[in-house]
């Protein structure tokens, strides 16, 4: 068989959007798409949306498989940083500000959207609309509804979407084996997760109001969000403090541990069925469910939520121990982190392994096991990555039920089948949020 040429993967990319026959166009037994041993024109063709620290790294990690033609970044300095890196753009990509004017470009095959998380749905939609395949940083968006309108797409589309969830493929496989020894029973029936999720910034400095930098589209950079003042420590990486634009703790390192949690459970495709607030600390005053001061971080900086699964699982989100998952089930406990596998069940690994056909299973039979390559296999072979929308908007939804009871301060029971709040409409009108004119995601 010959090896496969842009044509080739923008054939199987259009018969995929079309409902046509899946093309599988690599030699039995290859890995990747792409990789650096072949000719430039078998290679995908990239644009980068988002090129701060995270937006960096996909960068890199996306060149390594395909060619970058474009950047874009509301951030020009960001952008021409990144074009003028030699493991990004190597001073030949072309430049954007606003991300639809790359999305109309005919010779981008993938893009990777690393942008703030208040930004991640709508371009993510606009992506598929317009053909793309996505590779998108967690999480995956900010509000419930945005989850369910992007799966819509997803499904209406046929396009292949990966999530930034790493932990799903890479860290020397410790989740992965976390997961597999759950589902395989080494622990018996589980009783409690605890997921860790600590970490905040000086959360309580006041921040002075001042004008933009000039490289800046501020207004861009707020999008959907409410037109404020410009503060430096709300945007780049500080913007994950603040719910305008993302979830706190919750969703950031949620989005990871929560995943795991849910999958190792079997409640991928599901959610919990109470969420409790056991315990909540935010930096400023709340009303409604609404911060009353503006120039300070908003996001909840200690916390204890339990929710409770259809399975009677009973899943501890909190603040205030060692970042990682806890498992609990009858025959034993142990414990993982980016750093360790650890506990009695994880030493009886040594006398009875996990066999790597589970693992495997678990990439949904892909061996590869970086994150961005999976993303790339599946994208050659019009197959489901290992973290698809579906399941991380089912993961997600969890973590946004988790703030939306910090921030009531009440307890919330979920269905998961329905995916709503029961008896408790004023609850169930978070699941969304009112849009800034001009930037109202269209599903």
């Known amino acids: 068989m010959s090896r496969p040429t842009r044509r080739d993967f923008l054939r199987a990319s259009a018969a995929a959007t079309s409902g046509g026959i899946l093309l599988h166009f690599a030699d039995s037994g290859s890995r990747t798409m792409a990789d650096e041993t072949k000719s430039p024109n078998e290679r995908p063709r990239v644009g980068c949306i988002g090129l701060g620290g995270m937006g960096r790294g996909d960068a890199k990690a996306v060149k390594r498989y395909g060619d970058i033609l474009a950047v874009c970044d509301v951030d020009r300095e960001h952008a021409e940083s990144a074009k003028n890196e030699k493991s990004i753009g190597n001073g030949k990509a072309d430049i954007y500000e606003d991300y639809r004017k790359l999305l109309d470009r005919n010779d981008i095959d993938i893009v990777t959207i690393s942008t703030p998380d208040h930004w991640h749905t709508r371009i993510a939609i606009a992506a598929l609309r317009a053909g793309k395949d996505v590779y998108c940083q967690k999480p995956l968006t ?37 997961v597999a020894m759950v589902r395989d029973g080494r622990i018996g029936k589980v009783k409690r997760v605890t997921c860790a999720i600590g970490g905040t910034p000086d959360e309580g400095k006041t921040f002075r109001k001042t004008q933009p930098p000039a490289s800046l589209n501020w207004d861009m950079w707020l999008g959907q969000t409410p037109k404020v003042d410009y503060i430096a420590e709300r945007c780049h990486n500080n913007f994950r403090w603040w719910y305008e634009y993302s979830g706190g703790k919750i969703t950031d390192w949620g989005a990871h541990h929560v995943d795991i949690a849910q999958w190792a459970i079997g409640m991928e495709q599901s959610g919990p069925k109470t969420v409790e607030v056991l315990s909540a600390e935010h930096p400023v005053p709340f009303q409604n469910g609404m911060p009353t001061v503006d120039d300070r971080y908003n996001a909840a900086t200690a916390f204890r939520v339990r929710c409770l699964f259809p399975n009677e ?83 997600l939804t969890t973590c946004h039920l988790a703030n939306i009871a910090l921030r009531l301060g009440r307890t919330l029971t979920w269905d998961p089948d329905s995916e709503q709040i029961v008896g408790d409409p004023d609850a169930n009108k978070w699941q969304s949020r009112e849009q800034r004119q001009g930037y109202e995601i269209q599903a």
Do not use: W
């Not at 992007?150 to 930034?164: M, S």
């Not at 899943?315 to 009695?344: A, C, M, W, Y």
């Not at 040594?350 to 056909?357: D, L, T």
């Not at 994208?379 to 973290?387: E, F, G, I």
């Open 142 to 178: 900010l509000t419930i509804d945005e989850g369910k309108q992007l799966r819509k797409v997803v499904e209406e589309t046929k396009r292949i979407v990966q999530v930034g969830t790493q932990q799903r493929s890479e860290n020397k496989n410790m989740f992965l084996t976390a």
């Open 313 to 395: 699982v009973e899943l501890l989100i909190r603040h205030d121990t060692e970042n990682g998952i806890e498992f609990e089930g009858e025959n034993g406990t142990f414990f993982v982190s980016r750093s360790k596998l650890v506990g009695e069940p994880v030493d009886e690994l040594a006398k009875n392994p996990i066999p790597e056909s589970a693992l495997i299973a678990l990439r949904k039979g892909r061996r590869i096991d970086t994150h961005m390559g999976n993303f790339i296999e599946c994208v050659r072979d019009r197959a489901t990555p290992v973290s698809d929308v579906a399941s991380h908007h089912r993961m």
